[in-house]
């Protein structure tokens, strides 16, 4: 019983889950070349020692796993084992669990911005003009920031001057595409211009917000409306 | 690898046996705990790569049910409504008839030929109800017990209508949210919300 338990241990299961753990990795790497080669030259090493440990075993009646007298050579088979099981862990944790957990948290904060960035851009409040274009340059990348405060300058001046005041609130928004350095957010708001003299004027507009991530943060690229045609 | 057993065999372990047996027993049981770690790290990818791909196929069926919406012409309008009358579930199939009796009047009523584009396709991932607006007809208990989930689609599409009074063609903007409900792997519109 306890020779059969060291078999299935030792000269069964360690080299089955040092193959598995190699395999593991080609999957979590998407099976590069090179490791096609890798996990084949140390899958065929690994399937060659269990045949030498059969071979072996036919002619001393004795296993890896059975042997009194070669404990050391179970640590090392059971250590090469748990490396490459670890090695497994650790590749699919940094392949498979970081990109998912980073994507998902994208999502939320690429949309937290984009709403806000459609809010600011339209609204405007004629006693402070700047604030808003502030606000939403702040979220920009600095080409963006700067082409923006260019463009809004001049409506800005001419909103101020006839005292038009603009509030956005997003209904609803989106993320239409994202990957780990760039987003496309859709987001859908109501907008309300206030002329003095005028009843308020309600528009819903849809805009597309591009993103872009850089050095960890997400800043907007540009915001396009998306019906423009 | 294939000299090894018989030059273990001359080490003479001896009494560290035990210290030997202790390391490959704590490796065996890392060993373990990194196999069911590894499942673990995969089953969680595996369920996001299955939810990308199922907000994928939602995305799908939204646009494609859009796009019978808005392509609807005086001449095709009672397939178009088959079609989409085929693709709901829930409150909206019950209702399909009222909900989308404007959309068939305006066409019959123009005779219009008109050409849509869906423009934007995105899963809904926040949503500000407006004040002063019924909003959504948010819970279905009904639909619950057919449907496995529930996902709100948002699109963002444009028509252009050629009259028949050969008038300049008005671009038509719809902010549509869909509801998008998985019935036995069948995807259909459980909702339909015009943003106005």
């Given at each position: 019983?306890r020779?059969?338990?060291?078999?299935?241990?030792?000269?069964?299961?360690?080299?089955l889950?040092?193959?598995?753990?190699?395999?593991?990795?080609?999957?979590?790497?998407d099976w590069?070349?090179?490791?096609v080669?890798?996990?084949?030259?140390?899958?065929?090493?690994?399937v060659?020692?269990?045949i030498?440990d059969?071979?072996?075993?036919?002619?001393?009646?004795?296993?890896?796993?059975?042997?009194?007298e070669?404990?050391?050579?179970?640590?090392?088979?059971?250590?090469?084992?748990?490396?490459a099981?670890?090695?497994?862990?650790?590749?699919?944790?940094?392949?498979?669990?970081?990109?998912?957990?980073?994507?998902?948290?994208d999502?939320?904060?690429?949309?937290?911005?984009?709403?806000?960035?459609?809010?600011?851009?339209?609204t405007?409040?004629?006693?402070?003009?700047?604030?808003?274009?502030d606000?939403?340059?702040?979220?920009?990348t600095?080409?963006r920031?700067?082409?923006?405060?260019?463009?809004?300058?001049?409506?800005?001046?001419?909103?101020?001057?006839?005292?038009?005041?603009?509030?956005a609130?997003?209904?609803s928004?989106?993320?239409?595409?994202?990957?780990?350095?760039?987003?496309?957010?859709?987001?859908v708001?109501r907008?309300?211009?206030n002329?003095?003299g005028?009843?308020p004027?309600?528009?819903?507009?849809?805009?597309?917000?591009?993103?872009?991530?850089?050095?960890?943060?997400?800043?907007v690229?540009?915001?396009?409306?998306?019906?423009?045609? | 690898?294939?000299?090894?057993?018989?030059?273990?065999?001359?080490?003479?372990?001896?009494?560290?046996?035990?210290?030997?047996?202790?390391?490959?027993a704590?490796?065996?049981?890392?060993?373990?705990?990194?196999?069911?770690?590894?499942?673990m790290?995969?089953s969680?990818?595996?369920?996001?790569?299955?939810?990308?791909?199922?907000?994928?196929?939602?995305?799908?069926?939204?646009?494609?049910?859009?796009?019978?919406?808005?392509?609807m012409?005086?001449?095709?309008?009672?397939?178009?409504?088959?079609?989409?009358?085929?693709?709901t579930?829930?409150?909206?199939?019950a209702?399909?008839?009222?909900t989308?009796?404007?959309?068939?009047?305006?066409?019959?009523?123009?005779?219009?030929q008109t050409?849509g584009?869906?423009?934007?396709?995105?899963?809904?991932?926040?949503?500000?109800?407006q004040?002063?607006?019924?909003?959504?007809?948010?819970?279905?208990?009904?639909?619950?017990?057919?449907?496995?989930?529930?996902?709100?689609?948002?699109?963002v599409a444009?028509?252009?209508?050629?009259?028949?009074?050969g008038?300049?063609?008005?671009p038509?903007?719809?902010?549509?949210?869909l509801?998008?409900?998985?019935?036995?792997?069948?995807?259909?519109?459980?909702?339909?919300e015009?943003?106005?």
């Amino acid at each position: 019983m306890r020779n059969a338990l060291r078999v299935l241990a030792f000269d069964v299961l360690a080299p089955l889950a040092a193959i598995a753990g190699l395999v593991y990795v080609g999957l979590a790497l998407d099976w590069p070349t090179w490791w096609v080669s890798v996990c084949s030259v140390l899958c065929l090493l690994i399937v060659q020692g269990v045949i030498v440990d059969f071979v072996l075993y036919r002619r001393d009646g004795v296993t890896v796993g059975t042997d009194d007298e070669g404990p050391v050579l179970r640590l090392v088979v059971v250590g090469l084992a748990a490396v490459a099981l670890a090695v497994a862990v650790a590749v699919g944790y940094t392949r498979w669990t970081v990109p998912d957990r980073t994507m998902n948290a994208d999502v939320t904060e690429v949309v937290g911005i984009a709403s806000s960035v459609a809010e600011a851009s339209a609204t405007f409040t004629p006693q402070d003009p700047n604030a808003s274009i502030d606000r939403a340059a702040g979220l920009m990348t600095p080409q963006r920031a700067d082409a923006y405060r260019k463009e809004f300058a001049a409506v800005a001046r001419e909103l101020a001057s006839k005292n038009v005041a603009g509030q956005a609130s997003t209904i609803s928004a989106g993320v239409e595409a994202i990957g780990p350095a760039a987003a496309s957010v859709a987001v859908v708001m109501r907008g309300t211009q206030n002329a003095p003299g005028k009843p308020p004027d309600v528009a819903v507009l849809a805009l597309r917000v591009a993103l872009s991530k850089d050095g960890g943060k997400w800043l907007v690229v540009d915001v396009t409306p998306i019906n423009a045609r | 690898m294939p000299d090894e057993p018989d030059k273990v065999r001359t080490d003479r372990a001896g009494g560290v046996i035990t210290g030997y047996g202790i390391g490959s027993a704590v490796l065996g049981l890392l060993s373990v705990a990194a196999i069911v770690l590894g499942l673990m790290i995969w089953s969680g990818h595996r369920n996001q790569t299955d939810e990308l791909g199922y907000q994928t196929s939602a995305m799908q069926a939204a646009a494609d049910w859009t796009n019978v919406l808005i392509n609807m012409s005086a001449d095709t309008v009672d397939s178009s409504l088959r079609t989409l009358h085929d693709g709901t579930v829930g409150q909206l199939n019950a209702d399909f008839e009222s909900t989308v009796e404007p959309f068939k009047q305006l066409v019959l009523k123009l005779k219009s030929q008109t050409v849509g584009q869906v423009d934007s396709v995105s899963i809904e991932s926040l949503h500000h109800p407006q004040p002063g607006e019924p909003g959504a007809p948010s819970q279905q208990p009904e639909l619950s017990t057919v449907a496995s989930r529930t996902d709100t689609v948002l699109v963002v599409a444009t028509s252009r209508s050629q009259n028949a009074g050969g008038a300049q063609p008005q671009p038509v903007r719809w902010n549509l949210r869909l509801g998008v409900s998985d019935v036995d792997g069948k995807l259909l519109i459980s909702r339909l919300e015009t943003v106005r």
